[in-house]
Structures are given as C-alpha cells and as structure tokens.
C-alpha cells in the first residue's frame, strides 16, 4: 500500500530508477543522499521520507546493488560506499508500519551481513595493492563502510549479535595489516560500548520491574495485615459483649460499615460529577466574566452619550401651563408679602454691612500676617535644630564650625550660657563639695555669674567679630 502525500523528489527517483538501465541504477540512487541532506535531522519530514524510500522499495534497491560486483559498478568503491551510507541513514529511524516483520527480521539481518562482505572484499583488495595512493584511497573506503556498519547496529541494536557470530566479521579480526586491524578495533569498542548501554538499560528496565513488583507485595500484606487485625480486634470485641448483646453489637457494627461505604461512595460519586460538569462550570464563569464587561463597556458608552448629547432646548410651554405656573406665583406672593423699607432705612444697612465687612477683611489680613509670622519661627527653629544635629562635636570642631552653634534667640541663649555656666563650676568644683550629689541634681549659680563674657558658645543674637 503507497503512502499518501509522497515527496515528489521520491516519486520522480523511484520513476527514474524503474525507467533506467541496470548499470545506471546505481548513480541514480546516490540522489537519495542529497535528499536526506537536505532535510532536517530527527524532523517529521525526514521520517515521512524514509518511510515513502522504503515503500517505493529504493532500500531493496540499494540492497541489490550492494550484493553485485564492485567492478562492473559505476564509480566503483566510491559509489558503493556512498549506498552504504545511504542505506545505513535510511534504515534507522525508520518505521515499517505493517511490514515491521519482514523489516527486522529479513532485511536489517541481510544490509549488515552484504556491509561485512563489502569490509571483506576492500580488505583483500587493500592488502593486495601495490601504489600508496591506491592504498590511502581503499582505506578510506574501508573506514567508510565500517562507520555505516556501526550506524545500522547503533539503530538496531539487535543486530550486534548478527554481526559477532558471522564469519566475515571473524574474517576482518583476523587481519595483519595495522591500519585495517586498528579500524576494525575501533568498531569492535564501540559496538561493545553499545551493547554494555543495552544490558545497562536491561538492568534498570528489570531493577525498576522489580522494585514495583517487591512495593505491589508490600502493599498486599499491609492490606492482609490490616484485614487481620480487624478481624482479630473484631474477635476481642465480641468476646467483651455479652451474648444477649450480640445482635444489637453486630446490627451496629454493619451500620457504622454501611455509613463508612456510603461516605465513600458518595464522595467518589460528587467528584465524578463535578469532574464531569468543570468544563461547564467554567464556560459558565467566563460568559458571567464577559457579561459583566459587556455591561460595564455597555453603561460607559450611554454615559458619553448622555454627556456629549446635543443641546435640544427646552420644551415649549403651553397656554394652559402659562396659566397654571402664573397662578402659583400669585399664589406665592399672596402668600409671602415682602417688608417695606424707606430709602434712609435701606443706606443705612447698607453701611452697616459695609462696615463689617471692612472690619473682617482687616481682622483677616492680621491673621494672615500672624499666620506667616508664625510658619516663619518654626521654620528657622527647624533650621536651627538640623544645624545643631548636623553640627560636629566641640572636641572635632574646626576654628569656622563654633559659628554653627551661635544662635538668634535671645532666651535660648541665656539659657545655654546658664547651663555652660553650671557644667563648668561643677566642673571646677572641689570633689569633697559633690559628696552626696545624685544624677539630675541641679546647681544653683548665682546670678553676677551669668554675666560672665564667655566669647565662646551661645551669644545671643549676634556672632562674635
């Protein structure tokens, strides 16, 4: 059965394949390498291609190619090398679908055992040369087919066994020549290294069935060492209860189990349905969140409508409205007479309320300078008290920096001198008169004292020249 959607590269190869001559066929199959080249590696492309290469049977192609005489081949090694390449890439990766049988077990087997018979014959030719030349170019065929070998085996890992146990492979071991032996060596390790990761993949597949296997027996002896101790607690408890007892015991015990199941059953049944009814739980949840945008977009739209609404005027008003309206201002008026007043009456409230307002707007212009004179203290008493926090210690000060402690203030600066003047005499006082003083005392100094010209900290309002 041909695939559907072929590549048309592959219908117009296949075409040219069955359309040429025998001895053409193989320069037309190495089209095949620019092909798979050109396309990405591990894509989807790339797998449909090899798949639609082995439906139009261009492997088995390559296969018999492979199996004729290198010499009546054109281009020779070159050109059989390339096929071996070619079919090497083509056959990993490669799904077979319904001729996976046929594929595994005729096909695969036959491609590693026509790449040994290939080592073989480039041996026995490479040995035999005589030119160095000839030789380099032979070898480098050799190592060109070995590499396609351990690409088929790398993807088909089954078939290492295929190639141990054939003699040509026996064949290739038994060489002399350095170069051959050392080629054949290297894919001897590597297809070894392969194996090794197979069994060690094997290993982990059979450790994890086991540990599976060892966890399903643990959880089924907890369960019959549970069971057990039910049931022997079961036992203890019905050779506690009385015999007459022992209908009523039983008929409880089976409706605690009955509620217990229901429990269970009832929880396992709601959240089947509220698994079942989620996805329409939440279409509900999002029409309700798009109603409610819908709503709001909605009541902006008539507000800006209302508010960008032309002017239409006002409606016309009737005869009988005119009327109607007319009458309940009479009615009003009749109601509510306004107070007479004479000219000189009306002058003189007139000054009486200019005058206070007068009277105001001073008392308000008092309280605004007031105000002002205010928000000017506190804020050069904010001034003041950064500088002092800011200011360095007396010990560090510089001959500039005592200017930063002078203050303005008049009673600050009596205030400060009296406390300088305290510190010092206590200072200076004799240790005998600071017997029986406490921590907050204050020292009385008098006042002839205050009157001492410092000339250093706290002058009031004027710096020292």
Known sequence: ???????????????????????NVPVVLLKLKEIINNTPLGSSELKKIKQDIYCYDLIRYCLLVLSQDYSRIQGGWATISQLTQILSHCCVGLEPGEDAEEFYNELLPSA????????????????????????DELLHFFQIVTDSLFWLVGGHVQLIQNVLQSDHFLHL???????????????????????????????????????????????????????????????????????????????????????????????YRER??????????????????????????LAKCRKKKKLHAPWQGLRELTDACRIELKQQVDDY???????????????????????????????????????LHREALKAQ?????????????LKEAEWKEPELFLSRSRPVAAKAKQDHLTTLKHIQAPWWKKLGEEAGDEIDVPKDELSVELGTLFIGGTKPP
């Open 381 to 393: 008493i904010s001034t003041n008290i950064e500088q002092l926090i800011k200011a360095p210690n």
């Open 1 to 23: 059965m041909k695939p559907t959607g072929t590549d048309p590269r592959i219908l117009s190869l296949a075409s040219e394949v069955v359309k040429s001559p025998e001895q």
């Open 272 to 297: 089947k349905i509220f698994l079942q009814q989620k996805p329409s739980l939440v279409e509900y949840k999002a029409a309700v969140i798009l109603q409610r945008a819908t709503l709001k977009f």
């Open 112 to 135: 590693a055992e026509n790449f040994l018979i290939l080592g073989r014959q480039l041996q026995t030719c490479f040995i035999n040369a005589a030119k160095g030349e000839e030789k």
């Open 173 to 267: 071991l038994q060489t002399d020549n350095v170069q051959i032996g050392s080629t054949v060596m290297t894919m001897v390790q590597n297809i070894l290294h392969i194996n090794r990761s197979k069994r060690a993949k094997k290993l982990l597949e059979l450790n994890r069935q086991k540990e599976e296997e060892d966890r399903r027996l643990q959880l089924q002896l907890q369960r019959q060492r549970a069971m057990r101790l039910s049931r022997e607690l079961r036992l203890s408890m019905l050779e506690i209860v009385h015999p007459g007892q022992m209908e009523k015991h039983n008929r409880e015990i089976e409706e605690k189990s009955a509620l217990i199941i229901q429990k269970h059953w009832r929880g």
């Open 333 to 371: 008026v009749r109601k509510h007479p306004g107070s007479q007043m004479s000219d000189v009456a009306s002058r003189e409230l007139h000054s009486q309320a200019q005058e206070r307002l007068q009277h105001y707007f001073m008392g308000r212009a008092l309280e605004d300078r007031a105000q």
